[in-house]
């Protein structure tokens, strides 16, 4: 595919997810939980049913998902996508790249979150698709709802420390990522807003040049049905992505 010089609308990520139907623990079919640290996520809700489960400092909520609904979510607020029935979503990610060079943290057990490189270990998934890679997927969903059920019940409770700490604990694990995620916000965020001032101030100035450079793009998804956090996971690599990812 030709690599293109312009990334989506506002440096955007795009991808497509399927809601994995696998029971967990607590009954509950669907993703695996995880917040992200930077980025604010939004999911426009394609086909099917099902609904997202959050946890944030104002409590638990559990939103209903149906075709045409679109739900998003801040920084810093766990989420879980729950399968009600062939639920499809596109999902649209703020500041593409970062998320996949790390942003996202799993709700894994405290003591896994305490250890980067059994953390790493254990948020990995083999290179290849297949039963091997399905099998890690369920284990890595697995470990995160064993974390984020005790979050859950204790903010049912009245009680926001355990998912206080899950934030600090998910803080300190990417602290060393941080001036990678600054470079790819500079070339990607940044430089689309930059843009946008630089087009405004020549239009100002009477002297709209760069609208001589239009053109159109398109691009076709790069990978189908990979294992994401959350389901089978359609993907593009456009402008401002990363090849290494955790939520291959």
């Given at each position: 595919?030709v690599s293109l010089p312009r990334p989506l609308p506002g440096?955007?990520?795009?991808?497509?997810?399927?809601?994995?139907?696998?029971?967990?623990?607590?009954?509950?079919?669907?993703?695996?939980?995880?917040?992200?640290?930077?980025?604010?996520?939004?999911?426009?809700?394609?086909?099917?049913?099902?609904?997202?489960?959050?946890?944030?400092?104002?409590?638990?909520?559990?939103?209903?998902?149906?075709?045409?609904?679109?739900?998003?979510?801040?920084?810093?607020?766990?989420?879980?996508?729950?399968?009600?029935?062939?639920?499809?979503?596109?999902?649209?990610?703020?500041?593409?790249?970062?998320?996949?060079?790390?942003?996202?943290?799993?709700?894994?057990?405290?003591?896994?979150?305490?250890?980067?490189?059994?953390?790493?270990?254990?948020?990995?998934?083999?290179?290849?698709?297949?039963?091997?890679?399905?099998?890690?997927?369920?284990?890595?969903?697995?470990?995160?709802?064993?974390?984020?059920?005790?979050?859950?019940?204790?903010?049912?409770?009245?009680?926001?420390?355990?998912?206080?700490?899950?934030?600090?604990?998910?803080?300190?694990?990417?602290?060393?990522?941080?001036?990678?995620?600054?470079?790819?916000?500079?070339?990607?965020?940044?430089?689309?807003?930059?843009?946008?001032?630089?087009?405004?101030?020549?239009?100002?100035?009477?002297?709209?040049?760069?609208?001589?450079?239009?053109?159109?793009?398109?691009?076709?998804?790069?990978?189908?049905?990979?294992?994401?956090?959350?389901?089978?996971?359609?993907?593009?690599?456009?402008?401002?992505?990363?090849?290494?990812?955790?939520?291959?």
């Amino acid at each position: 595919m030709v690599s293109l010089p312009r990334p989506l609308p506002g440096a955007v990520g795009l991808s497509h997810l399927r809601a994995y139907d696998w029971a967990a623990a607590d009954g509950v079919c669907g993703g695996s939980p995880h917040l992200h640290l930077v980025c604010t996520e939004a999911y426009v809700v394609t086909g099917g049913r099902g609904a997202v489960q959050t946890l944030s400092p104002d409590g638990y909520r559990d939103t209903p998902l149906e075709e045409g609904a679109v739900a998003w979510f801040t920084p810093g607020t766990v989420h879980r996508m729950v399968q009600g029935g062939d639920l499809r979503i596109t999902v649209l990610m703020q500041n593409s790249g970062l998320p996949e060079a790390g942003d996202a943290v799993f709700t894994f057990p405290p003591d896994v979150l305490a250890d980067p490189e059994r953390y790493a270990g254990e948020a990995a998934l083999p290179a290849k698709s297949g039963p091997e890679a399905e099998a890690a997927a369920r284990r890595r969903r697995d470990l995160a709802v064993e974390g984020y059920l005790p979050l859950r019940d204790a903010l049912a409770a009245g009680d926001p420390e355990p998912f206080l700490a899950f934030q600090r604990a998910a803080a300190r694990l990417v602290r060393d990522r941080v001036p990678q995620w600054r470079e790819l916000w500079r070339a990607g965020a940044l430089a689309a807003a930059e843009r946008t001032g630089a087009h405004l101030a020549a239009l100002e100035a009477g002297e709209p040049a760069y609208l001589a450079e239009a053109t159109a793009y398109g691009a076709e998804p790069s990978r189908l049905g990979g294992y994401g956090m959350c389901g089978r996971r359609d993907e593009y690599e456009l402008p401002g992505t990363t090849l290494h990812r955790l939520d291959d």
